[in-house]
């Protein structure tokens, strides 16, 4: 509260309603820390939306988030970073963490951490392309976009980007019960990268 409000005396309203039993419960754990009842949450922001400007709630939600990321509470900052429109920052959290999140089984938060951002967004980039595949409400979305992604990182001379695309398409046909129709197609790639010198599938010097 005091670095988002920047006023000193955040602190003292806090605990003033907790004493009060105004809706505000009180955690002490490493460090102290208020949380609001769920309802009373949803007033003050309907009230802060109601009394700022557009651009001034962009501000605060950009500086919440940046509060929320030096903190570690990834899925928190992403909320506030969606409600600005500020997609970059979304990319970068989810380059960041997508595959933390999926090692921990947590594909339904990586796949919130995605709504809203513009489509045009995740074209461009072949690892968007490859972590939306891998958390996907609709399995057969999956191979388009590891497709995608696999030729966006042919383009871009990605060798570890290209065979974990492969590696993610070999695997596709098990969870969508289908036959690997293009396997073949990927066997160029992965032969080139067994023939080029110091890649990481170079057998020459082992």
Not at 127 to 150: I, K, M
Not at 180 to 199: I, K, Q
């Amino acid at each position: 509260a005091l670095e988002i409000n920047e006023d000193n005396i955040a602190g003292e309203i806090l605990n003033d309603l907790y004493a009060k039993h105004y809706f505000v419960e009180r955690k002490v754990e490493g460090e102290l820390t208020y949380q609001y009842h769920d309802l009373f949450r949803v007033f003050l922001l309907a009230r802060l939306e109601a009394s700022r400007a557009p651009e001034q709630l962009i501000a605060l939600r950009e500086r919440a988030a940046g509060i929320l990321a030096a903190q570690g509470r990834w899925p928190d900052a992403v909320e506030q970073y969606q409600l600005a429109n500020n997609w970059l920052a979304v990319k970068s959290l989810i380059l960041r963490h997508a595959e933390e999140l999926l090692d921990q089984g947590r594909w339904q938060t990586l796949n919130q951490w995605f709504q809203g951002m513009p489509e045009t967004l995740v074209a461009e980039d072949p690892w968007l392309l490859l972590w939306r595949s891998r958390c996907v409400e609709t399995l057969q979305d999956v191979p388009g976009y590891l497709e995608r992604a696999l030729a966006l990182f042919g383009s871009k001379g990605d060798e570890p980007g290209q065979l974990r695309a492969i590696s993610e398409l070999l695997i596709a046909p098990f969870l969508l019960g289908t036959s690997f129709a293009n396997f073949d197609s990927y066997l160029p790639v992965v032969e080139s990268n067994f023939e080029r010198p110091g890649s990481e599938l170079d057998t020459s010097t082992a």
